[in-house]
Structures are given as C-alpha cells and as structure tokens.
C-alpha cells in the first residue's frame, strides 16, 4: 500500500497508496517539473493528511489538503469500496452531486478508511527566496501581514513567531535573531516578479517598523531558515527538559488576529504557563506549543483551562476552535459550541448512516 499508482505530468495530479509520504512524492516528482506543496512539516503519510485536512506553512499560496485533494477511494464501515468523486475521475473541477470528497476530507477516520488519494499537483517556482524581519510588536507584524495581502503579493508562506518563541528557535537551532515578534517569509516566482515582490514587502515591512532584515536565496540559506521553523516544536520542549509537550490551535479573521494573540500571551503570563506561539498568519492561524510537567497537576488542570478559554475566544471573535489539528476528542464539545445544535444534528446522522455500528475510530469528532 506505498505505491504511486498513476501520475499525469500534463494534467497536474497523482493518485497514491496510503503509505505514499509527502517526501516521498516530492523525491519521485523530481525531474518532472512538478511538486506537492502541502507541508505540515512532519514528513506524512498523504492518505492520512487527506483524513485529518492538514495544512502547513504554503497554504497561504496553495491551498490546504482540502483544496489538493481530487478524489479519494474509500473503504466504508459495510466494507464497500467508494470512489468520492467516482472511479478514475480526476477533472480539475466537478458540480455533479454532493461534494463527497470534502465529506471525507477532514473526517479523522469516522466516516471510512481511505485507501487511495488522488492529488492536485502545481509547477514548481522558477525561484524561491526567503526571509526574515522583526516587529517591535505584534501589531506592527500583523499589519504587515495584512497589508501585504492587500497588496496582491503571491506570497508563498509568512509565518509569525513570537519573542518566547525566537528564543527558544535561536537556543535549539544555534541561531541569532533578534528576540522579538518575527516574520518568516517565502516568494515563488520568475526572477523578474521576485525582484518587485522583494521591493514591494520590504516597503511594507519599513513602513510598519520592521528592522533586522535578512534575505535567503540559495538553496542551503532558505532551508536553514525553514528548518529552525520546523523545528519550533522541539525547541519549545527544549525550554523545558523533562517536561511534555501539548499544542493547540485556533483560526480567527484577520482583522481579530492582533487582539487575540496579545490576549493569548497575557493569559499565559497570568497563568505562569509556557507556550511559545507560532503561526500561519496569512490564514489568521496559530499556535500555541505549551509544556507542561505530567506528574503537576495543578499545572495541566491550568493548561485545560488555558486551551479552552482561547479556543472560546476565537469563537467569541468569529473564528474556529481548529484551524488545523482536528477536533478529534479533546474538542468535541467546543465542536457543538462552534456548530450549534442543528450541524451537530445532521454529522451525527451522517456518521449513523455511513457507520451505524460505530467502528470506525469511536469517540472522536462527533
């Protein structure tokens, strides 16, 4: 179940086994012109990131698994075998029924288990450079953030670090940033559209105070940048050895994404809690990596209440409780405060009738 099944370089897409990786397809994609973007960071497998919409730091630019995914083969709780968008189709757009493939997309196993995926693939840039710029707030790099997106600028990824979480990325990775709000950047283009998208951004980004700017654009540069992003998790933990680790995230519109970050980090001052934030700005997404010490128990009861409170707080200002980790069991009931009754009504009865038995991954989501 690790093959590649089909690839059509003319059409865009690939159709892959569940034990086919995100890495994995980029190896074999190489030479073709072609690449799949969706980067969650760890290296997973593409079925899986299928069942749980996982997204990553290009979505601001290529969409998440939501919008990568074509088709799927599904095997239901009965044991029947279901193509969701119906066999072998792979057009790049369809308004033929239900949209079955999104149903399952995100469903975090309940509904079926999918056994092939078939993906939306994209060009790969001509160029690619990356950056760094620190804010001397939260507001000064939010805004810059949205203003870039105002402008049209294509970017790739703008990813948000703040100053707890610099520290622990320059400690973990040997780096020396500026500890500070912090954006991370990436442009795909020509050279000559790069050239005005590094003009533009650097505008926007005086214009909003920011300072310490760096610039990436061989190869070994940006991945030295990307990968002390990637490793933000295990930096957060190595703040505090022993201790475990818990992540959490919500997603708000834009326009709420400074109040509730400097809302979040007030709360975690009061709460004498640690945990770095990070995010995908662009799509008003972040997290927060808290550590925790398991034989505390005052400490995890404050962790809970901490996660619940801002995931009430981004559905106070709009947003979602998840924007990409799922609701899985630790958020079934912020599911039903975000849904309402009615929603919940109709996934119950959707779950009942694909699964009446409930075997397929009980408990979770619904």
Known sequence: MDKIVQLNTVDFDVTVEPGVTRK??????????????VDPGA????????????SGT??????????????????????????T???????????????????????????????????????????MVSAVCTFPTVQAAVDCTVQVLQYGIPIARIEFLDDVMMDACNKFSNLNYAVSSTLFLEFHGTEKSLAEQIQVTGEIMKANRGSDYIWAKDQEARDKLWRARHNAW??????????QAYSTDVCVPLSKLTEIIVATKDDLIQSKLTGPIVGHVGDGNFHCLMTMDP???????????????????ALAMDGTCTGEHGIGLGKRHLLTEEIGAVGMEVMRGIKAALDPKNIMNPGKVV
């Open 24 to 37: 994995s397809l980029n190896n074999y994609l190489r030479g073709s012109g072609l690449w799949f973007p």
């Open 43 to 54: 290296d997973a497998s593409l079925c899986g990131m299928a069942a749980t919409s996982a």
């Open 58 to 83: 290009n979505a601001v630019r290529y969409g998440t698994m939501r919008e990568n995914v074509i088709n799927l083969e599904v095997v239901l709780a009965d044991g029947r075998i279901m193509y």
């Open 85 to 127: 968008a119906g066999a072998q189709r792979r057009s790049r757009k369809t308004s033929a029924g239900y949209n079955l493939t999104n149903l399952f997309v995100g469903s975090e196993g309940t509904l079926g288990i999918i056994t092939k995926t078939t993906l939306r693939l994209h060009g790969i840039p001509e160029s």
């Open 234 to 243: 295990y930096a957060a933990r190595a703040l505090r050895p022993g201790c």
């Open 295 to 313: 034989r505390d128990k005052d400490e995890e009861r404050r962790v809970k209440e901490f996660t619940d409170k801002l995931a009430r707080r």
